[in-house]
C-alpha cells in the first residue's frame, strides 16, 4: 500500500455505509467491528463538520 500520510484522511473519508458493513462482515473478532463501528461515527462526525464550516448544513 503505497499511501502518503496526507492522503490518508482523504482515502478514509471515501468509506462509505456499505464499505464499513463490509469490513464488519468480514471480521472474526469483536474487537474489530467496534473498531469499524466507531470509526464509520468518526467519518459522519467529520463530514458533518465540514459542512457546518462550509455553511451547508
Known sequence: MDLKKE???DFIL???QKDI???MAK???EED???YN???NLILE???NEL???GVF
Open 33 to 35: 467491528k467496534i473498531f
Open 52 to 54: 457546518i464550516k462550509k
Open 27 to 29: 471480521s472474526e473478532k
Open 38 to 40: 466507531k470509526l464509520f
Open 21 to 23: 458493513n463490509d469490513l
Open 14 to 16: 471515501t468509506l462509505n
Open 46 to 48: 467529520t463530514k458533518q
Open 7 to 9: 492522503n490518508l484522511k
